[in-house]
C-alpha cells in the first residue's frame, strides 16, 4: 500500500499539538509497518530526521501553506497532483485539512472544531477558510480520526455526521517528561523563577487559551496570600494578545509574572517538572497535551470544567469554571496551602496518565488507514 500523507506540520524545532501528534503517530507507522511506503507531502524544505524510514519518500510541494489562500492552492491543486503522479492508494491528512478535488480514499484527523464555538477568537484572515472549507472537509473525509470523545461527539453534532464515521485516538506525552528530584526541582527553580516556586501555564498565547484570566487570578490569588509564589508563562505570543498584555499591565503583582517565550522542546520537561502546579484554564481544547505532560511529570494540575479537559484530566486535576476568575484563583489558593491536595492529585495523574500512549494513537489511525483502503 502506497500511503500519501501531509506532512506539513513537520517543522524542525517547531513540533506544536499538531506537529507532535504528526511526529508521534508516523514514526511508529513507518517502523512498524516497513512493507508499506510512505509518501510524505511537505510544503517547503524538509528536515532529514524526518525521514523514519527507508520506506518514506519526501516530496516537496509548492507553495509554502501558511495562508488560506495558499492552503487553497496546495490542498486543492499540489495534493491532487502529487496524489496521481505517485499512484498513492491513501491520504492521510493529520491537520484538519482534506483536498475537495480527489476522489482518493482519505483518512483525516481533525483535533477540535474550536472555530465553530468561538469564532470572534480566530483571525479573520483564516476565519472565512474554516467556516466554508472545514465543514466540506469533514464530509468529504472518508474516515475521521479525532482525539477525544468530546471531540467525537462535537464534530458529529455539529456537523450531523454519522459518530461511526469518527473514531478516538488520544495524544499523550514524550517519555522525556518524568518526575524530577528535589535537587533537579531546584534548579529548575533557579533557572526559571528566581528559586522561587511558581504555576505554570504552557502554550500559545492566543484568547482561546484564556491567559488574561490565568493572569488576573494569580494577581488575586497573591493579593490574598501574599505567597512567594510565581506564574510563568511559556509559549509563543500567537495573535490577539492585547488582552494579555492589558492583564498584566493592570496586575499588582505583574513582577511575579513572567514571560518565557517560546520554550525550545530539550527545556520543556525541565520546566513543568519544576512546577508547583499546571494552571491550563482554556476556554476550548480537543484535548489538553499540558495536562499529560504535568501528570508524567508527578505535577498537580488546574484545568477547565469544560470540553474536552475533565475527559482528559480524570480525577487528577482541580477543574474550574475558565470564565471565574475568582474561582481560579480559589484553587490556586487550595493547591498552594494543601500539600495533601497536591500528593492526592499527583496520584491520581499517575493513574490517569496510563490511559493514553502514542502506541494506541498509532495503532487508531492504522485502523482507519485499512479502513478506508481495504
Not at 119 to 135: G, M, N, S, V
Not at 162 to 168: C, G, M, N, Q, S
Request: hydrophobic share 45%.
Amino acid at each position: 500500500m502506497r500511503i500519501a500523507v501531509n506532512t506539513r506540520f513537520l517543522l524542525k524545532d517547531k513540533l506544536e499539538g499538531i506537529g507532535w501528534f504528526t511526529y508521534e503517530v508516523l514514526r511508529r507507522l513507518v517502523q512498524q509497518y516497513p512493507e508499506h511506503e510512505f509518501i510524505f507531502l511537505f510544503d517547503r524544505p524538509y528536515d532529514a530526521s524526518f525521514i523514519f524510514g527507508d520506506n518514506v519518500q519526501p516530496v516537496v510541494l509548492i507553495p509554502p501553506a501558511r495562508h488560506p489562500l495558499l492552503w487553497l492552492w496546495w490542498f486543492e491543486l499540489s495534493v491532487p497532483r502529487a496524489l496521481r503522479q505517485y499512484r498513492a492508494d491513501v491520504f492521510l491528512s493529520p491537520d484538519g485539512h482534506c483536498s475537495l478535488r480527489t476522489r482518493m480514499p482519505t483518512v483525516m484527523v481533525t483535533h477540535d472544531i474550536a472555530y465553530a464555538h468561538i469564532p470572534d477568537l480566530i483571525p479573520a484572515k483564516f476565519r472565512w477558510y474554516y467556516r466554508w472549507f472545514l465543514p466540506r472537509h469533514l464530509r468529504r473525509a472518508d474516515r475521521i480520526v479525532t482525539v477525544s470523545e468530546y471531540s467525537r461527539q462535537d464534530i458529529a453534532r455539529k456537523f450531523e455526521l454519522p459518530v461511526a464515521k469518527i473514531t478516538v485516538a488520544c495524544n499523550a506525552a514524550r517519555p522525556d517528561f518524568r518526575p524530577l528530584s528535589a535537587a533537579e526541582k531546584e534548579v529548575a527553580r533557579q533557572s526559571y523563577a528566581g528559586g522561587e516556586p511558581y504555576f505554570l501555564y504552557l502554550g500559545s498565547v492566543h484568547p482561546r487559551k484564556n491567559v488574561a484570566r490565568l493572569i488576573q487570578a494569580f494577581d488575586a490569588f497573591k493579593q490574598e496570600t501574599g505567597a512567594p509564589i510565581k506564574l510563568l508563562i511559556g509559549g509563543r505570543l500567537a495573535w490577539q494578545t492585547e488582552y494579555v498584555q492589558a492583564a498584566h499591565a493592570a496586575a499588582v503583582h505583574q513582577e511575579a509574572i513572567v514571560f518565557l517565550g517560546f520554550v525550545p522542546d530539550a527545556a520543556l520537561p525541565r520546566l513543568v517538572g519544576g512546577a508547583l502546579a499546571l494552571a491550563y484554564v482554556s476556554l476550548f481544547e480537543g484535548f489538553g497535551v499540558p495536562l499529560l505532560e504535568a501528570m508524567h511529570c508527578d505535577v498537580p494540575v488546574i484545568t477547565s470544567s469544560v470540553t474536552s479537559m475533565p475527559e482528559v484530566a480524570g480525577q487528577a486535576a482541580l477543574l474550574v469554571n475558565p470564565l471565574d476568575v475568582f474561582e481560579i484563583a480559589k484553587a490556586m489558593q487550595n493547591l498552594y496551602e494543601s500539600p495533601d491536595l497536591q500528593q492526592e492529585l499527583m496520584r491520581q495523574g499517575r493513574i490517569q496518565r496510563e490511559r493514553f500512549s502514542w502506541d494506541r494513537a498509532a495503532a487508531v489511525v492504522w485502523q482507519a488507514i485499512n479502513d478506508v483502503a481495504w
